[in-house]
Nanobody, 127 residues
Framework: QVRLVESGGGLVQTGDSLTLSCAAS????????MGWFRRAPGIEREFVAS????????YYADSAKGRFTISRDNAKGTVFLHINSLKPEDTAIYYC????????????????????WGQGTQVTVSS
């Protein structure tokens, strides 16, 4: 059974930094795309960042460029999302997702392009 488990969320203050982790089990995604999405209250789920695990190529939403960094540790089957200079508008549930296909040349920013999802981790940024 494939599982994605996010961790690292919590209550932080404006300007803080945070690193979210997503640990995969049940199969390897070292040759697949994995991504981070978030859903803020009253807003649809939106793409944040993705990474092609076999190459390390990364993709970011325009709103995430500059403050968000996605990375991976294939040996541990874990993908990370580091967020700098957190803002109240970053408050959301952050979800990890994985594409079941291998060796995609690019990663999808559409959630329909991902087959596996974690349960999410809440990030709350106080002002």
């Amino acid at each position: 059974q494939v599982r994605l488990v996010e961790s690292g969320g919590g209550l932080v203050q404006t300007g803080d930094s945070l690193t979210l982790s997503c640990a995969a089990s049940g199969r390897t995604f070292s040759n697949s795309c994995m991504g981070w999405f978030r859903r803020a209250p009253g807003i649809e789920r939106e793409f944040v960042a993705s990474i092609i695990n076999y190459s390390g190529r990364t993709y970011y939403a325009d709103s995430a460029k500059g403050r968000f960094t996605i990375s991976r540790d294939n040996a541990k089957g874990t993908v990370f999302l580091h967020i700098n200079s957190l803002k109240p508008e970053d408050t959301a549930i952050y979800y990890c997702a994985a594409d079941k296909r291998n060796y995609n040349p690019t990663c999808n920013n559409d959630p329909r392009g991902y087959d596996y999802w974690g349960q999410g981790t809440q990030v709350t940024v106080s002002s």
